[in-house]
């Protein structure tokens, strides 16, 4: 069973800026697609980035985060991070990372959040003064 762990949210304001993690224990982040989405209660998940396998290494966003948000993964650790700048009341969301085990590729799921195989437990993010 795939395990993935994130952290980083909480309360910041307007315009400032946050980092998500996610982790995973016995799973390699690094041979899978992951991939961001987030959700508000009552709203349908909202794809926002994803991350090539480390052989690859390509990244893709969504226009509502393209150039605010930055998908990485660490350099020594089993951990991607979703580095968030110029936050927005409208970012307010339980963030969650998640992967596919099956083939699919972050082209094809960074636009279709309800197509990862896995995902963790969400870390609140609430954008406020």
């Known amino acids: 069973q795939v395990q993935l762990v994130e952290s980083g949210g909480g309360l910041v304001q307007p315009g400032n800026s946050l980092r998500l993690s996610c982790t995973a224990s016995?799973?390699?982040?690094?041979?899978?697609?992951i991939g961001w989405f987030r959700q508000v209660p009552g709203k349908e998940r909202e794809g926002l980035a994803c991350?090539?396998?480390?052989?690859?290494?390509?990244?893709y966003y969504t226009d509502s985060v393209k150039g605010r948000f930055t998908v990485s993964r660490g350099s020594a650790d089993n951990t991607v991070y979703l580095q968030m700048r110029n936050l927005a009341p409208d970012d307010s969301a339980v963030y969650y990372c998640?992967?596919?085990?099956?083939?699919?590729?972050?082209?094809?799921?960074?636009?279709?959040?309800?197509?990862?195989?896995?995902w963790g437990q969400g870390t609140q993010v609430t954008v406020s003064s």
């Open positions: 991350i090539s396998k480390s052989s690859i290494g390509t990244t």
């Open positions: 998640a992967t596919d085990v099956v083939g699919s590729t972050c082209s094809y799921l960074v636009k279709r959040p309800n197509e990862y195989d896995y």
């Open positions: 016995e799973f390699s982040l690094a041979r899978y697609p």
